[in-house]
């Protein structure tokens, strides 16, 4: 069974620079722009911007 184009694998990228990142999928319907989300960078020790990359 193939997988549901609507709901993506996307990476989310740290924007502190330290490369660490979390996979997650998303809705196209709901979230159709880049997402960005803020989340716990453990490399830079706190809670930073993740944006979506491609």
């Known amino acids: ?5 609507l709901r993506p694998v996307i990476k989310l990228r740290s924007t502190a620079g330290t490369g660490f990142t979390y996979v997650t999928r998303k809705n196209r319907r709901n979230d ?3 997402l960005t989300l803020r989340k716990f960078d453990p490399k830079a020790g706190r809670h930073v911007d993740f944006r979506e990359e491609r």
Request: net charge neutral.
């Open 1 to 5: 069974m193939a997988r549901n184009e």
């Open 32 to 34: 159709p722009d880049r």
